[in-house]
């Protein structure tokens, strides 16, 4: 179904107030948007499925800090999209073209349809976590216990005292350690 500016910018409107169901529409409105962006792009060692992975963790990331006043939503998704796409592919590129599928996924339980959900990176996944919170600070820690709690980024920032895009890039944070962590 094909929606006018303004009902999309209503849309993102929405879905930033926590709007689930408008958070979906947008995802399935914008998938095109992401598949383009991603047939464009290639990882090596990687796959097109984790270039569409980042594509929409992009455009998730554009739906809940978009401002109405600044620009159209769709001119913003796209540069979101594009900016998570490519800086994927230069931290895969940076780290010896390691494919992303090595990548750690924290779930954001905001809209389940959203982002998928964690997987434990070793065998013993509860001792991993333990491990890995003797190196992050104690906020980065209270916000990787409340993210393990399921509580959304949103409810995060009220337990924590800080803004939506602060709790993303202090997850942000941690998937990095993470990832070292794991090296």
């Known amino acids: 179904m094909k929606r006018s ?24 409105l914008f998938k095109p948007l992401v598949l383009a962006r991603a047939r464009t792009v290639f990882i090596a060692g990687g796959e097109r499925d984790d270039l569409i992975q980042e594509g929409m963790i992009g455009l998730y990331k554009a739906i809940m800090s978009y401002d109405p006043g600044r620009a159209g ?28 599928n090595e990548a750690v996924q924290l779930e954001t339980p905001d809209c389940k349809s959203s982002i998928p959900a964690p997987e434990p990176y ?10 890995l ?23 995060i920032a009220e337990a924590t005292g800080k803004t939506v895009k602060s709790v993303d ?15």
């Open 73 to 100: 939503f769709g001119a913003f998704a796209s540069v979101c999209v594009e900016k998570q796409i490519y800086t994927a592919v230069r931290q895969a590129n940076r780290a010896g073209n390691r494919p992303l």
């Open 133 to 155: 919170k003797t190196v992050l600070s104690a906020a980065e820690a209270a916000v990787l216990e409340r993210l393990l709690e399921g509580m959304t980024y949103r409810q």
């Open 122 to 131: 070793e065998s013993d996944g509860v001792a991993s976590v333990e491990r």
């Open 5 to 28: 500016g303004g009902d999309i910018d209503a849309l993102a409107r929405a879905a930033r107030g926590g709007d689930c169901a408008a958070t979906d529409e947008l995802l399935a």
């Open 169 to 183: 890039n202090t997850i942000g944070r941690i998937k990095a350690k993470l990832r070292k962590h794991r090296e």
